[in-house]
Each structure stands twice: as structure tokens, then as C-alpha cells.
């Protein structure tokens, strides 16, 4: 017999060997035996074909679960199906249809139930949203019938020509459509005009009316945020919300644009980034410093008289070091301190340019200085050696620190309390301290994505961070939840100045950019871009400091050419 087997069919191989033998004389040729018989092995050939149909049913009930193994079920499938009868396998193909069925009907009942969920949430969703829109409602109405009785009772007490000229306000509604830009009107212009106050009141109406359709959707949240909180906290409200929701209208639409009345130069030197900018205790005199290594000193009015032509500065300290802020006292009015790239704080006579105090305590950079608006004596400064350093003019040594886990990018004293402190940091987070218990903070902030580069306070109970994320956060002092988050300009690596004046504030950006934020809107109220050409003018250029003369309408900003410019809001 054969000792191996080739592929190919029966036929094949029995002619194969037919004349294999034939040329032996019917001997094998291996052996030599003599075969007398030879007929093909219907058999294994028959085991053969089984064996290749199995095979070929794994594989297609394997296809079903990628990846798996057959089950105990579809292996006996395959083993036994050969063995079934047709009755067999009509009676195993009812209990399947059957057991299929049964299947098919408990996933529609599953995917009908998940539909059900689904419609009974959005319907609660939708109820809720009506519910919470008839309540609006309610309170829009009740405010508007308010509105229309303090009117007629204003009118009805005011004088003929008052009465006058709001009839003619009601007339120049019909003129909204008019083409006049609310950039293209401003206070300014319509204060000269005496002569023709209806043209003036009229003018300040149709560019607030503008101003507010243009914003309409800001304005609709931060209303409605106020209809919320009322509902909330029901008797307990600090004042009414129409009077709330008037100031703030009144307020976001008091500008409409920023002019420059003076233009300066930081320095003539290669890297002139103005990194601080201060008025001092009354708003008579200004401070700039930065990376050029002075500070220089500029009386206002004379800045202003000469916008058209040079001005001096009334005083240059020259520096070793990189300046990196600057702060004025609040009782002493030529004390001012700084901060450098060596550590330094330095307490100066500004007018005379002389050093009062050298504190050298930091061991690496020290970004923020600020003076206690209470105790004039005392000042806080923060490094990148994850330290708050609390220093008093009349002593050498500090007098307190503050150790942290992360870099301290600014420091600022509670404007109406001696005790309380916030500082901002590398790690995301701003603290507030009492000073008198160290051992933990009051409160973190927490909500901004990268380090916060500044901290300001609006009043005695509202902070206002700004951070590299691209945002400004406002906070209040009684927890630690972000009230709004402000968003316009962008930066995303540098310093580029916070400043606050009542309840606005303003902020450079990486565009070469000034933007001013009312703190009711989250949206930008005004921006101002530094398109004033030069010889060293470079795409990368951004608005690096920024400082509102207290009390009024004008802002100083610096870019990163050291050009400084006086900006006045109208």
C-alpha cells in the first residue's frame, strides 16, 4: 500500500497509479509486491468532503463573532448536522424561529422603553422651560408696568420742557434703523453743543439705544440672571433688580468709543516692554517702568497740554535690573515702591529719585509689590520663590512670609481692610489670607486653566483675576464660586496688565489691543488697538500694561515697543 496521498480527485489518482503499475509489471514500486487488485477509497474520500463542509460552516458561524471561538451550541451544530434528518431539522428550525421571535420582540420593547425615557425627560426638559419662561415673563411684565408708573410719575412732577423733550425721545423712536454708527457720536462732542440741548439728549439716546441693540443678547442674560437670583433668594435681595439692571444698562452703555489724547515713548533702547504703569495717591503724576531698566515720571496735565508735542519727564531713575511693577502709597505722596528681576523691593522718594528702603530678601524674581491702602507703612511682594513677603518702611527685615507650593505672579491688599490679602499664582488658583491666621487661606479661587497672572480688587468684596488662559474671572470675597468669566482678548503667555476703576475694568492682549469690560457683561465693551506704525513694528506685538486714572475716564496703556498712550473713554 501507499505510504502518502496527494491532493487531486479519485480519477486522477487511480489512472495515476493504473499506469504507475502497468510500467512495473503490477509491482509496487516501493516494495515490489505484487497487487492484483487496485479500486479508488470511496470512504476516506467521502471523510474528506465532511470534513471540508465542517470546516467551512465554522467558518462562516465564526464570521458572526469576529475575534471569539465557537460556542458549545454552534459546535454541536456543526458536529451533529449531519446526522439530522429533514424532520429533525424542521422541528430544531421551529424552536428557533420561535426562540428568534421572542428575542425580536424583547429588543423592541427594550429600544421602545429607551425611546419612552427619552420623550418623558424632554417633555419635564421642555415643561421646566416653560414653567421657567412664564415665570420670566411675569417678571418682565411686572417690571415694565413698575417702569411705566415711576414714568408717569417722574413726568407728571418734572417741568413743561422736560416733558417736552421726552415726547420728543418717544417721536425719535421710529428713527432706530438710521444709519449713525454709536462709534460715530460721542460724549464729547455733544457736551460742546449747548446751545441745542434736545439735538444733545437725543444724539446720547439714539447712540445708548445702539449700543444696548447691539449688545441685546448680553444684556437679555445678565437681566435675566438677575430674574433668577430673585427667585432665589426672595426677600433677601440687596437692592431691587430694575434698579440693579438700570445701573448696569446705564454703565455698559456709557461709552462708545476710545480716543487718544497723547502719545509717549517708554525708551529709545532696543527692549523697551513697559512692564508697570501708576498714578500716584491724587492722579497728578504717572510712573512707567519695565525692562529698560528706568523709571520715568510724567506730570498729567503736562502730558496732556503738550499731546501734539514733546514732553519731558519731570524725573528718570536709572535701575540695574529689569523693573517689573510698580506701586504708589496711598498716604505719602512721593513714596513709591518697585519690584525687580533680581529680587529687589525698593522703596523710593519718586520726586527725588532716592532709595528710602532696599529689601533683598527674595531669592529669585519678584513680580508684584503692593502698598496697604490702611497702614501706608506696610507693603506685600510675591516671587517666583513661592513666597509672600510682607515688609514694613520702618523695619529691615520682613516682618511676615507666606511659603506656597508655586510661583506668586501678583499681590494686592484688600482696598478697605488692613488684614486681608490675595495674591494670584503659577498654579491656577488665587488665595485670600487673613493676615492675622496664616496657617490657610480664607478662600481659593479656583477656576482658571493656566497660571493667573494678575489680581485686583473692584471694591471691598470683588476680585477680579486675569490669567494666560484668556480670561478674567470676577469673584466676591463671601465664596469661592466664580461669578463671571470675561472673555475677548487673548493671551496666552504674557504679562499683559489688569487694571479697575468702580465697576470697570481693563486689560491689554496679544493682538496689540486695549480692552475694557463693564463687570455686568461678559462680553467686551470697548477696544482700543495700537496702530500707530513704526520703524520696530513686529507681529508678536502685544499690549503690556495698562493703568485707569482713578476716578475718571481715561486710561494709560504701553505696548511692547514702549509706546504709552493716553486713552480717553467717550
Not at 415665570?135 to 412732577?157: A, F, G, H, P
Not at 519678584?366 to 501706608?376: G, H, L, Q, R, Y
Amino acid at each position: 500500500m501507499f505510504r502518502y496521498l496527494r491532493r487531486g480527485s479519485s480519477d486522477q489518482i487511480c489512472k495515476c497509479i493504473t499506469d504507475s503499475l502497468s510500467e512495473s509489471n503490477n509491482r509496487c514500486p516501493q516494495c515490489t509486491h505484487f497487487v492484483d487488485q487496485f479500486f479508488p477509497n470511496y470512504l476516506l474520500n467521502e471523510l474528506a468532503v465532511k470534513y471540508k463542509r465542517i470546516k467551512s460552516m465554522e467558518q462562516e458561524l465564526a464570521k458572526t463573532n469576529p475575534g471569539k471561538g465557537l460556542n458549545d451550541v454552534q459546535k454541536m451544530v456543526v458536529e451533529k448536522s449531519e446526522q439530522l434528518d429533514i424532520k429533525e431539522i424542521d422541528q430544531i428550525l421551529t424552536i428557533l424561529n420561535g426562540r428568534k421571535k421572542d428575542l425580536e420582540t424583547k429588543a423592541r420593547i427594550s429600544q421602545n422603553e429607551l425611546l419612552k425615557e427619552f420623550l418623558t425627560k424632554i417633555a419635564q426638559k421642555k415643561r421646566e422651560q416653560c414653567k421657567l419662561l412664564q415665570s420670566e415673563l411675569l417678571q418682565i411684565d411686572d417690571d415694565y408696568k413698575r417702569l411705566i408708573q415711576v414714568m408717569e410719575s417722574e413726568k407728571n412732577s418734572s417741568s413743561p420742557n422736560i416733558n417736552e423733550l421726552s415726547e420728543e425721545k418717544g417721536i425719535n423712536k421710529k428713527q432706530t434703523n438710521s444709519p449713525i454708527s454709536f462709534n460715530s457720536i460721542t460724549f464729547g462732542a455733544c457736551s460742546h453743543q449747548q446751545d441745542d440741548t434736545s439735538f444733545d439728549m437725543n444724539a446720547l439716546f439714539e447712540m445708548r439705544r445702539k449700543k444696548m441693540n447691539f449688545y441685546f443678547d448680553d444684556l437679555e442674560k445678565c437681566y435675566l440672571n438677575y430674574c433668577k437670583r430673585d427667585n432665589y433668594l426672595a426677600d433677601n435681595l440687596p437692592m431691587d433688580r430694575m434698579d440693579e439692571f438700570r445701573k448696569d444698562l446705564n454703565q455698559f452703555t456709557l461709552y462708545s468709543q476710545i480716543r487718544p489724547l497723547a502719545v509717549l515713548n517708554y525708551s529709545k533702547e532696543s527692549s523697551n516692554i513697559v512692564s508697570s504703569i501708576e498714578f500716584d495717591k491724587d492722579a497728578e503724576f504717572f510712573a512707567i517702568a519695565g525692562v529698560a531698566k528706568k523709571i520715568r515720571i510724567f506730570d498729567y496735565a503736562d502730558v496732556i497740554k503738550e499731546s501734539l508735542g514733546t514732553c519731558y519727564p519731570i524725573s528718570d531713575i536709572d535701575f540695574t535690573s529689569k523693573i517689573s511693577c510698580l506701586n504708589w502709597n496711598s498716604y505719602h505722596k512721593a513714596m513709591m515702591a518697585s519690584s525687580d528681576y533680581e529680587g529687589n523691593v525698593i522703596i523710593w522718594d519718586a520726586f527725588l529719585g532716592q532709595k528710602l528702603n532696599l529689601f533683598q530678601e527674595h531669592e529669585k524674581r519678584c513680580w508684584s509689590v503692593d502698598f496697604n491702602k490702611i497702614d501706608s507703612n506696610i507693603v506685600a511682594s510675591g516671587s517666583d520663590d513661592c513666597t509672600v513677603k510682607l515688609w514694613s518702611t520702618n523695619m529691615e527685615l520682613s516682618i511676615a512670609t507666606l511659603n506656597t507650593t508655586a510661583n506668586i505672579c501678583s499681590v494686592k491688599f484688600n482696598p478697605k481692610n488692613l488684614y486681608y490679602l490675595a495674591f494670584a499664582s503659577a498654579d491656577h488658583n488665587v488665595y485670600y489670607y487673613d493676615l492675622r491666621t496664616t496657617k490657610s487661606p480664607l478662600l481659593i479661587f479656583k477656576g482658571h486653566n493656566k497660571a493667573v497672572s494678575y489680581v485686583k480688587f473692584l471694591n471691598e468684596k470683588e476680585i477680579v483675576s486675569a490669567s494666560t488662559d484668556s480670561q478674567i474671572k470676577l469673584w466676591t470675597t463671601e465664596h469661592s464660586n466664580c461669578i463671571h468669566s470675561y472673555r475677548g482678548h487673548l493671551n496666552d503667555k504674557n504679562f499683559v496688565g489688569l487694571t479697575t476703576n468702580d465697576d470697570f475694568f481693563a486689560c491689554g492682549s496679544e493682538n496689540n489691543s486695549l480692552y475694557v469690560y463693564y463687570k455686568g457683561i461678559e462680553k467686551q465693551m470697548l477696544s482700543y488697538s495700537f496702530n500707530i506704525k513704526s520703524e520696530k513694528e513686529d507681529v508678536n506685538d502685544f499690549c503690556s500694561a495698562v493703568c485707569w486714572r482713578n476716578l475718571s475716564n481715561v486710561i494709560v496703556a504701553a505696548n511692547s515697543q514702549g509706546v504709552i498712550m493716553i486713552l480717553e473713554l467717550v
